[in-house]
């Protein structure tokens, strides 16, 4: 990481590049969308390719990226140090250890986690409220909050905030390129990204991972909202 820090290219695009930018859909909830407090649209995931998993699965992965070994050829030796981000990230700490019974302030080799929203107001950058919300946050960077509220996007967008609020001063810039430029030149190719794990497709109706979800299998529709009691019905 040093040498990026010397060269990060423009806008930090060399250190945005460098990122793995994943995304996993938990194969028992696929079927559930977000629409009440916040919409999200998995489907419409822009940074890192999809993968289905079992949460079992799921949470093995995250677990093993918590725990890079430094030396591949001892896997049981030190581990990477981690730094954790997040935005707002006591909710994130609150649903890893709810749901996947994992808890990074407890892990010796996490070494710090820092908040997004508390750098943002060390920097005096503001929202409408107290605390700044993750897409007025991005959009103070000139980049659209595109399709937010999705796991690996909203990732992808904290991770290029910190890296501008952090490093503004010494990123070089181009004026015929802009942070949506690179922006867009990073989730594009990051789809690229070949991943070793789970499943490319799963078909939330049909259950199987033969093929994506399509017009013909949604006989079924199933939204639910946290803190309400899930409802199926039929579509008309
Ligand atoms: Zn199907």
Redesign the pocket.
Known sequence: MAPLLKNPGIHGEKILRNIYYYHIRVLENAHLINFRFVRGNPERNHFGSTRFATKEDAKEFLVETLTWPIDDDNEDGPKCPVIFLGHSVKNDLQMLQQDLGIDPRFDSNVVAIIDTQKIANEQGIRGKGQQIGLPPLIQHFGVEFRDGHTASNDAAYIIISAVQMVLKNSLPTDPTRSLQDVVNGVASDSKGTVVAFGVPRW?T??K?AS?L??PG?RKKFIKIERGMRSKSYKRP
């Open positions: 078909c109706e049909c199987v093929h979800v399509q299998c």
